[in-house]
């Protein structure tokens, strides 16, 4: 076992995307996942007498929270955490750069976001981070209607970020072809963070946290076997 790299004086920071996308039409289940993911890996590191940042981002980077090398400060990140709320814009680039700039020593990494309209910024990201010697994981969190809309005919669609509508009359060839365009960003994202030296991990929400958790883990090499 060890927790996410081999450096044991490292902090594990977790990148936590608060946007408006993470809870679009005030739709919690996504938010409330990665919130409960970040919790876990948390709890985790802490357990490993590893400092855990939380560092919540949309636009700019929110005040964080650091801990301690032991898992007496749970509570407090439970806390942190419940109180968070979604809204802005993403910014992954801009974010990671300012993360980046701040750093004094290598890190771990773990990127939780659902990473829409970030293509661009993922490659960046996780660049600028790897240019500061950090491990980094990418957690690409999406809910089942991400990836396969239950909408059928004319439906007005709204932007979660910049609250744009636009009109879409959705056939089954558009559905196809969205169900499509889906699988082939996160194959895009997943080949983008492995050709950068990151770690990618799919979490959709219906997969129990516990399982993703572990699974997330192994991927990271932080668990082996």
């Known amino acids: 076992l060890r927790l996410f790299h081999q450096r044991s004086e490292a902090d594990v920071i977790i990148l936590l995307d608060v946007s408006a996308s993470m809870a679009p039409g005030g739709a919690m289940e996504k938010f409330d996942y990665a919130l409960r993911v970040a919790a876990a890996m948390a709890f985790v590191a802490m357990g490993g007498l590893e400092r855990v940042i939380l560092q919540p981002f949309a636009e700019d980077l929110a005040k964080p929270l650091r801990t301690g090398r032991n898992r007496g400060q749970i509570l407090e990140v439970l806390d942190f955490l419940v109180d968070l709320k979604p809204g802005g814009r993403t910014d992954l680039g801009r974010c990671a750069d300012l993360l980046a700039r701040r750093l004094d020593a290598p890190a771990s990494v773990l990127i939780v976001s659902d990473l829409l309209d970030c293509g661009d910024d993922l490659s960046d990201a996780v660049v600028r981070l790897k240019t500061r010697t950090c491990d980094v994981t990418v957690l690409h969190v999406y809910s089942p209607l991400d990836a396969d809309p239950a909408l059928a005919g004319p439906v007005i669609l709204q932007q979660a970020e910049t609250g744009r509508n636009m009109l879409v ?37 219906d997969v129990p946290f516990e399982q993703l958790v572990l699974r997330t883990l192994r991927q990271a090499g932080v668990l082996t076997g």
């Open 169 to 205: 009359d959705v056939t089954d060839d558009v559905r196809a072809g969205y169900r499509l365009r889906w699988r082939e960003m996160c194959d895009a994202l997943s080949r983008t963070a492995g050709g950068r030296g990151a770690a990618y991990v799919a979490a959709p929400s």
